[in-house]
């Protein structure tokens, strides 16, 4: 549409500088001479071509839109478009060494044409972005079950977004990756030479990355801390740990072959269990790695590793030690409005007006307890990186480091958590392991669609170039049709001798002048 609009406005603008350009003084006519002598054409009669040429090249202008015209509301006709190629053969052939301009501008529209749409295409597309659809929305209703078989829902149907936040982690998207702040500190040493670390780290997502359209100012602050615990080891070597000196809260890691060949973490999170809408949380992840044989050393707490001499083969292996330290975390949530601390979205009915209560519910059945530990958990037997090394006997303790693993788990995290309200359009309403649809059950929807999309499936368009284009592509549409009408039959492919000598033999309305000779040649015109 844009690009017929665009031809329409130039031939529009040709035709009209040509019909309104000064007239040239009219030459004097030459005697009429006897049809049966033929004698060379004069000035007189050369200026009359050129006139006459000039005044067909207007009605051809004039017709060149009405053939479009024709071509786009009568399939049958589209052939028109060909009329250009053929009346600047059998027309301006004759005229092209005094009129090569108008060839030139006939040329430079239609080339311009093919440039047009995608130089203009900035203009028209102002995102790739769209209102979500309520009735394409799934989300399970929070009032089936416990909450223990809730979490479980969550697991089993948010899963493929979590692994969606994890792609964006693992490309490294420089968007994602730089929202999320991770600083190491080394705070100390154990007394066999190993590094006591610490972790920090914040992110935070506004109501424009959830995708809300009405409350920009909305944020999710998300801040914690991480340390290396030593003290949480049990002495000896079966890799037994009490998370926060607690008896009752004793872990052992069963070294298993998968967890052998596949190095992991497991994350314990003992607060959110029984309270899942506290903002301050704790939690513990103990990682799986030792006696993993290494094709290199490391000194990372989670990756130490000690050196094997082989004196038959005269070389050096690696296996990561025995009793990696835990990490002991702390993480807290906070929600703020327009700068005020607002607390979980379980209260935003009393501090943000107007919140959808659709959204409050999402925001906090999904975004309650720990966001990290959650993500690690359905990350499952993925959520180190060196879990994306494919060696089975042996892997890159080198290569592995806390530092990487957590901000690889931060980055997926930030990436999930910012699409929740997305996702929800990504569900599906088959594959719902038969739990009601909050969207079927709920009686107060209003603003559940409130939220944006951004894919590049979608295209927001503005909204002026919308309105604006087609009504001038009518106006020229009606404009060049009163212009053309009755050219048609004129302007049928006809061969070039006629068509020269219709030219020649054209009566003049002022002189009543008929000119019915031939020029010697072509270039006698």
Known sequence: ????????????????????????????????????TATPAGPAEQEEARRVAFHELERFLVFYSWAINRSVLNSEDRKSFWHLRTWIKNHLKPFTSQYAIWVIALGFIWVSNMGIAPALIWALVLGEAAPANVNALFFPNPANGSLAHFAQDLDNIFKPAVLRGLTVA???????????????????????GEAILQFDYTYNISGVDFGMQHFGDLYFVLRGSCYTE??????????????????NIAQNVTLNDEQLANPQATFINPVTVTNPLVNNNTYAAYVSTSWKSSLTPSTDP??????????????TSYSVKPNRPPLSCWETGLWTWKGQEIGNPGQFGYNVPGFPLFHRDVLEYLLWGSPTSFTAARLDTINLAASDQDVLTSFDAGAGSINKDLNRLLVTSFVWNSNILFDLTLNGLSNTYGIPNYISLSKNLTGAGDFVIYTSDV???????????????????????????????????????????????????????????????????
């Open 1 to 36: 549409m844009l690009s017929f609009t665009y031809i329409q406005i130039w031939v529009f603008i040709f035709a009209a500088i040509i019909r309104y350009r000064p007239a040239a003084p009219a030459a004097p006519a030459a005697p009429a001479t006897p049809a049966t």
């Open 170 to 192: 693992q490309i490294s998207n420089p968007e994602a990756v730089h929202r999320v702040q991770l600083n190491q500190t080394n705070i100390g040493q154990t007394p066999d």
């Open 230 to 247: 030593y003290s949480w080891i049990v002495p000896g070597l079966n890799n037994s740990y009490s998370l926060w000196n607690n008896q």
């Open 302 to 315: 989670w990756y130490f590793t000690d050196s094997l001499f082989d004196p038959q083969t005269n070389s």
């Open 459 to 525: 295209a927001a368009l503005a909204l002026i170039f919308v309105l604006v284009v087609p009504i001038v592509m009518i106006l020229m549409m009606i404009a060049n049709l009163v212009m053309g009408h009755g050219l048609e039959e004129d302007y049928r492919p006809r061969p070039k001798n006629i068509l020269k000598k219709k030219i020649l033999e054209k009566e003049d309305s002022k002189g009543g002048v008929k000119y019915n000779h031939l020029p010697s040649d072509e270039t006698s015109l």
